[in-house]
Structure formats: C-alpha cells, structure tokens
C-alpha cells in the first residue's frame, strides 16, 4: 500500500509541479505583453487592444494551474484561529473534513466548468478583440479543479494513511 501511495504521490506531484512552471511561463509570457503595451501606449501614443484580453486569459490558467502548488505547499492562506481552538486530538478529523468538503466544492465546480467549455465549443464563442475561440480559456476551470482535487484526495490518503498499523 506504502509504494502504491508514494507512486501515486509522485505523479500527482509531478502533474502539479508541471501545472505551476506551466503557470509560471504564462505569468512571464503575460508580463511581457503587459509591459510591451505599456511601452507602446505611453512612449509611442500607439495603444493596442489585444494585450488586456490576452492577459487576462493567461492569468485565468496561471492562477488556475498554480493554486494546485499552492495546496501541495500548504501555502494558501488560511484561518488557523479555529484550528488552535480545537484539541490536538480532533484536528486530524476536521482536517479531513476540511479536505471533503474542498473535494465537493471542486468537483461540482470541475462539472461546471465541463459544461461551460462544452456549451461554449458548441456555440463557438469568440473574444471581442482578437476572435479567440473562448472555450480554450474555459479549460483552465477544469483543469485547475482536477488538480486540486488530486491534491486534495493525497492529503486525505495520507492522513487516513497515519491510522493504520504498519
């Protein structure tokens, strides 16, 4: 069971970590575009008006891809106040609520995001300025959802994982 859990840690992290580079390049990607906009707008009086909707869309899938990383770093912010308040003995059972109510959260959000790219491919929505097909941004939805639920099912195995006698 140990080396199955580990396996299986190791490709989710794996998909994490490459959901944060790639989240990483698109945020420089985005600084670029940004900054090439603003160089244009105020140096050269040439505005143009791609740049805000094409960073937007990057940072749609950069905060997506990178929230994963976040959870695997334990690094989103939180209230621990109630978290000090509980004894030491019960924490473990509202960590695995915390982490069951997360799965459902992003499980319903994955099926609603499933259903906003299949409704916008099938109506082939567009952007305004630059015609860009809009279900390509809507993946990031899924996709980020489906990786913090990956992290998430992790945290929970291996929190049950500490109860069982080796």
Same mark, same amino acid.
């Given at each position: 069971m140990e080396s199955f859990l580990r396996k299986t840690e190791k490709v989710i992290d794996w998909l994490t970590v490459l959901g944060a580079a790639i989240g990483g390049i698109l @945020?420089? %990607?985005m600084t670029v575009i940004v900054t090439y906009a603003v160089v244009l707008r105020y140096? +050269?009086? $040439?505005?143009?008006?791609?740049?805000?909707?094409?960073? !937007?869309?990057? =940072? !749609?899938?950069? %905060?997506? +891809?990178?929230a994963a990383y976040t959870l695997k770093e334990d690094a989103h912010i939180g209230v621990d106040l109630l978290m000090k308040k509980i004894p030491e003995y019960m924490r473990p059972f509202f960590l695995l609520f915390h982490y069951g109510v997360g799965i459902l959260f992003l499980s319903v959000l994955f099926y609603k995001g499933i259903e906003m790219v299949n409704l916008s491919f @099938?109506?082939? @929505? $567009?952007? =305004?300025? !630059?015609?860009?097909? +809009?279900?390509i941004s809507y993946l990031a939805v899924p996709f980020g959802s489906a990786l913090l639920i990956l992290q998430l099912l992790l945290k929970m195995t291996k929190l049950c994982c500490q109860w069982l006698p080796r």
């Open positions: @945020t420089a %990607i140096l +050269l009086n $040439r505005p143009i008006g791609w740049s805000e909707e094409i960073s !937007i869309y990057l =940072m !749609i899938w950069a %905060i997506f +891809l990178g @099938t109506l082939d @929505t $567009r952007s =305004m300025a !630059i015609d860009f097909p +809009l279900y």
